[in-house]
């Protein structure tokens, strides 16, 4: 037995691959240079055309010294990029609160039963509620309209007020998207769980949730991209985060610059985001045989 097994690996070893097999791996080689040469010539000519079309137009001096001035750049950086802090807090503490919260709705949403129909019914009343609602309108209601009450042991700072409005709206969406991944599990591995004694919470937590979540994950990293770019919205309640801060810097000379600064800082946290959560969706099979961006 163990003479038949190493004849196997020493077969194993020495095994080459043909001629064939060699002629298409260097022809798929070849196919990949060049698909490779031709899209970054292809780029540098539409990004140098792009570029002559623009900077050779009457405006451009203009445009150039509103919107895109080194010396104003320099100047609100460190503005919009203390601004840009709340922007980041706003993101993680909203993200964790609208995980938890949107994952709850969705357990209620998919409780069976009539005893369970109350908590059903609040759930779908939630999410068409605030799924129905803009997101600038539930922060002009909340961040002015509850601090004006004066109701006693409520805080009224709007940062406060904007981060409740964000979770209530994103976390509608979330719940539906975690609600998706639970009914996609097939019922037989529900039925599978109660056969082998698990209780129905045992089965949801054990069998349904992990599975559920592995599937939604991408699509819950896309929630998490655009919560990146909604926490800016916050800057119409007044609160100084990195948009505000832009408006600020801009309002001394009515130089646009900064609004630039804080779209380039937004990108660099919204751009990385957005390229691990299309690795994470290569990586599950979401794309196909989809391109590479």
Request: hydrophobic share 50%; charged share 15%; proline share 5%.
């Amino acid at each position: 037995m163990g003479g038949g097994a190493d004849g196997a690996a020493d077969e194993a070893d020495s095994w080459q691959p043909s001629q064939r097999e060699l002629d298409r791996r260097a022809y798929r080689r070849a196919r990949s240079r060049r698909s490779s040469a031709i899209s970054a010539v292809s780029t540098v000519v539409v990004v140098v055309v792009l570029g002559l079309l623009v900077t050779r137009s009457a405006g451009w001096p203009r445009v150039q010294e509103t919107f895109f001035s080194w010396d104003k750049a320099i100047e609100s950086f460190p503005a919009v990029l203390s601004g840009l802090w709340l922007n980041i807090r706003l993101m993680i503490i909203c993200g964790l609160c609208i995980l938890v919260l949107g994952l709850t709705l969705s357990i209620l949403r998919t409780l069976r039963g009539p005893v369970f129909y109350p908590l059903r019914l609040f759930a779908t009343v939630y999410v068409d509620l605030f799924r129905g609602l803009p997101l600038i309108l539930l922060l002009l209601l909340l961040g002015f309209g509850v601090p004006a009450l004066r109701l006693p042991n409520v805080p009224s700072a709007l940062q406060f007020w904007g981060a409740v409005a964000i979770v209530l709206s994103y976390s509608a969406y979330v719940s539906e998207v975690f609600r998706a991944g639970i009914e996609s599990v097939h019922p037989s591995q529900r039925a599978a769980s109660r056969a082998l004694g698990l209780t129905n919470g045992q089965t949801l937590r054990h069998v349904v949730l992990p599975q559920a979540v592995r599937r939604v994950t991408p699509p819950l990293m896309n929630d998490f991209v655009s919560l990146q770019k909604d926490s800016g919205l916050i800057a119409i309640l007044g609160a100084t985060d990195a948009i505000r801060a832009a408006q600020i810097e801009t309002a001394s000379d009515f130089n646009y610059t900064p609004y630039v600064v804080a779209g380039v800082l937004f990108l660099c946290l919204t751009i990385p985001m957005a390229r691990l959560t299309d690795h994470v969706a290569r990586k599950q099979g979401w794309h196909g045989t989809g391109g590479t961006l």
